[in-house]
């Protein structure tokens, strides 16, 4: 089985312009967990919930220097507030890691493993035209097995 059957071809997708605080909406409005940046339907990255959350949280040298900022609200509340004006081109993982629709399930499911992330773009001739994930490869896997 290939990716392209089983992808999801409406991509939600934001310009390397937009903010974080854009983003951060549109993924809760539209219940999604990632966004793929594209600038003249070239991708550029790849930027998801946990991107922003790790970058709201207090970063190592932060945390020796003062240990409170793991449990003080109000400097991750303000650290959010600075974070979100920031583009998204700040944090997006790049460069991004595509697959191509006539790659086999299970070799794109490796290859997300293996780079540690959850949800890849699909790119045939340059152009986006998908996007999968580790749960769109279970979940055809487990009704196979059914």
């Known amino acids: 089985m290939k990716v392209g059957e089983i992808m999801t071809k409406e991509v ?68 959010a507030h600075k974070l979100y004006e920031m583009n998204v081109t700040e944090i997006m993982g790049t460069p991004p890691i595509t697959v191509s629709s006539d790659m086999p399930i299970v070799k794109a499911g490796s290859t997300m493993i293996l780079r540690r992330v959850k949800q890849v773009p699909v790119v045939d001739n340059d152009k986006l035209v998908g996007i999968i994930t580790l749960t769109d490869i279970i979940n055809h896997l487990l009704k196979k097995i059914k």
């Not at 951060?24 to 339907?41: D, Y």
């Not at 990255?45 to 922003?52: L, M, N, R, S």
């Open 12 to 79: 939600h997708t934001i310009g390397p312009g937009q903010t974080l605080k854009v983003c951060a909406e549109t993924m809760n409005s539209k219940k999604i967990n990632g966004m793929v940046v594209v600038e003249g339907g070239k991708v550029l990255g790849v930027i998801t919930k946990a991107d922003i959350f790790k970058a709201v949280l207090p970063r190592y040298p932060d945390i020796i220097e003062d240990e409170r900022h793991m449990t003080d609200m109000e400097y991750i509340e303000e650290r």
